[in-house]
C-alpha cells in the first residue's frame, strides 16, 4: 500500500459531528500512530522542498500537532494562531465568515518578522475561512508565505479559492 492510501485508510468518518449534517473527518488515528506520523511528515517535507523556512504558523488546535513537528524538522519556529483571548501577549486580529455568522482569530504580533518565509498549516482546509484569516495576519505582519499545508483538503467546498496564488499542498483530498 502506498503512503497516501496507507492514510487514507487511518481517516475516521464521524457522522452528525459536531452537528446534524456534517461528516466529520477524525485525524486522531493517524495521531495514534507512529508509522502514519512519519508517513505524513515525509510527504508534507518532499513536497515542501529545500526552502528555508522562519516559521511554521499552526491553526488551534489540531494545526498545532503536525505544526510543531513541521517546524521542529525544518529547524524553524512555530507560531500558534488561536481563538480570540487566548494567546497572552499583545495580538492582532483577523474577523473571517463562518456558515452562520462570524469568528475571529489571533496572533501574537511580535511572532513574525518582516520578510520570514512562513509554511502555515492546519489539518483540514474545508471553505478556507481558517486559512484565508492566518494568511492575511501573516501578511499584516510581513511574513512571507512559502505554503500552506494540509493534511485533508475537502474540495468540494472549494476553500482553495480562498488561497489563489499561494502554493496549496494537501496530502489527502475528499
Ligand atoms: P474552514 O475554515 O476551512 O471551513 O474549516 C477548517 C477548520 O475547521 C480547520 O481548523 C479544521 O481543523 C476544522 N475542520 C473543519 N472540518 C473538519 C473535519 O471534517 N475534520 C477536522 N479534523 N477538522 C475540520
Given at each position: 500500500?502506498?503512503e497516501?492510501?496507507?492514510?487514507?485508510?487511518?481517516?475516521?468518518?464521524?457522522?452528525?459531528?459536531?452537528?446534524?449534517?456534517?461528516?466529520?473527518?477524525?485525524?486522531?488515528?493517524?495521531?495514534?500512530?507512529?508509522?502514519?506520523?512519519?508517513?505524513?511528515?515525509?510527504?508534507?517535507l518532499?513536497?515542501?522542498?529545500?526552502?528555508?523556512?522562519?516559521?511554521?504558523?499552526?491553526?488551534?488546535?489540531?494545526?498545532f500537532?503536525?505544526?510543531?513537528?513541521?517546524a521542529?524538522?525544518?529547524n524553524a519556529?512555530?507560531?500558534?494562531v488561536?481563538?480570540?483571548?487566548?494567546?497572552?501577549?499583545?495580538?492582532?486580529?483577523?474577523?473571517?465568515?463562518?456558515?452562520?455568522?462570524q469568528?475571529?482569530?489571533?496572533i501574537?504580533s511580535?511572532?513574525i518578522k518582516?520578510?520570514?518565509?512562513v509554511?502555515?498549516?492546519?489539518?483540514?482546509?474545508?471553505?478556507?475561512?481558517?486559512?484565508?484569516?492566518?494568511?492575511?495576519?501573516v501578511?499584516?505582519?510581513?511574513?512571507?508565505?512559502?505554503?500552506?499545508?494540509?493534511?485533508?483538503?475537502?474540495t468540494?467546498?472549494?476553500?482553495?479559492k480562498?488561497?489563489?496564488?499561494?502554493?496549496?499542498?494537501?496530502?489527502?483530498k475528499?
Open positions: 500500500m502506498n497516501v492510501d496507507y492514510l487514507k485508510n487511518k481517516i475516521r468518518d464521524i457522522q452528525n459531528f459536531p452537528k446534524e449534517g456534517v461528516v466529520f473527518k477524525d485525524i486522531t488515528p493517524i495521531l495514534s500512530d507512529p508509522e502514519a506520523m512519519n508517513k505524513a511528515m515525509d510527504l508534507f518532499k513536497h515542501l522542498g529545500n526552502v528555508k523556512i522562519d516559521k511554521v504558523v499552526g491553526m488551534e488546535s489540531r494545526g500537532f503536525f505544526g510543531t513537528l513541521l521542529q524538522r525544518l519556529g512555530f507560531v500558534p488561536r481563538k480570540p483571548g487566548k494567546l497572552p501577549f499583545e495580538t492582532l486580529a483577523q474577523t473571517y465568515d463562518l456558515e452562520y455568522g469568528d475571529q482569530l489571533e501574537h511580535d511572532s518582516k520578510g520570514e518565509n509554511l502555515i498549516h492546519d489539518d483540514v482546509l474545508a471553505t478556507g475561512g481558517t486559512a484565508e484569516a492566518a494568511v492575511k495576519l501578511e499584516k505582519l510581513g511574513g512571507n508565505i512559502v505554503q500552506l499545508n494540509f493534511l485533508i483538503e475537502l468540494f467546498l472549494d476553500g482553495i480562498k488561497l489563489k496564488n499561494h502554493d496549496v499542498f494537501s496530502i489527502l475528499y
